[in-house]
């Protein structure tokens, strides 16, 4: 009985093993049946005839918006802070005394002073007589006249240090965030408020070294600023004479008004630079493009097939991108599925 079932059991064991190696094996050819099928199946994508047209190259770049004229507000002369003669935020006119430090000390040293030059000028004439009079030597009337001399510069950096007690705003603009109150003792180092000239705003921006020659004084940008849609216009009026060796740019600076109000100093900008206007361009949908190792390089179709061709692209804008070359007018060239795509790969492409 025992051999009895163990022969039953081998043949149980053969017929398994036989059924399994036979499921293996129509699987295996299946799936090459099925490999060799999409080898030869035809893709069907969608695709767009090249055709050239006039281009406005633009190039979008970011800048930042800084103010006309800004500066930090400081005393010259130290002492005590006798009066505040702005309002924090408001707007000021150029000349307008912003504040005024105590200048007692530097009043009575100045009448001193005054005294002094009195004096020393009563002498000067006298010596002037008496040198006439041949009664004293040119020498001793040379130090009367330098006696005189001292102390009218003495006098007069005196009124120069009272004048500098009265603090005045060099230009017109608004005034910031003010850091002293009345009795406060400052200095030089102590930050009083900043002064900014909102009225117009300069916006500078980097271009790449290749469109330096395309840029010129005088010419017109256009940007927007985070949070609006309105576009503003600003006019280059400087570009800098040199090209930044660690980034390869150029900076520019242009200037804008801000008569309304609602630019500010410190905020980003979103240019559009208006470059030279390309005739015949080849203009192509940006997910046409597929990058590689070396460059660029699209599909277009060539007798039923996929064809892989490489291309020079430069501007691109948020649908599209310029080609230099690789691609010429008549081209059908496919724009989906194109990361899938292989070369010589049998295709049908729906013209839009």
Known sequence: ????????????????????????????????????????????????????????????????????????????????????????????????????????????????????EGLTAENERRAKLLLQKEAISQEEFDVARADHASAQAQTQLIRAQIAKTSVKAPFSGKIGLRSISPGTYITPTILVAKLVNTGKLKITFSIPEKYATQVKSGS??????????????????????????????????????????????????????PLDIIKDAIVIPSEAIVPVQNGKKVFISDMGKAKEVMVEATTRTDASILILSGLKAGDTLVTSGVMSLKNEAPIKVNVK
């Open 1 to 116: 009985m025992k051999v009895k079932h163990l022969v039953y059991a081998l043949l149980i064991i053969g017929l398994g093993g036989f059924i399994a190696y036979r499921i293996v094996s129509n699987k295996s050819k299946n799936d090459d049946q099925k490999k060799s099928g999409d080898k030869n199946a035809t893709t069907t994508v969608t695709g767009i005839v090249v055709k050239t047209a006039t281009f406005d190259n633009n190039l979008s770049l970011s800048g930042s918006i800084e103010a006309n004229e800004q500066i930090e507000i400081r005393s010259e002369v130290s002492g005590i802070v006798e009066g505040i003669y702005f309002t924090e935020g408001s707007h000021v006119n150029k000349g307008q005394v912003l504040f005024k430090v105590n200048d007692l000390e530097l009043k009575a040293q100045l009448r001193q002073a005054s005294t002094r």
């Open 220 to 273: 017109t940008i256009d940007f927007t600023v985070s949070g609006s849609t309105k576009v503003y216009s600003a006019k280059i009026y400087a570009i800098e004479p040199e090209v930044e060796v660690a980034t390869r740019t150029l900076q520019v600076r242009a200037i804008a008004d801000n008569l309304d109000g609602k630019l500010f100093p410190g905020t980003f900008a979103d240019v559009k630079l």
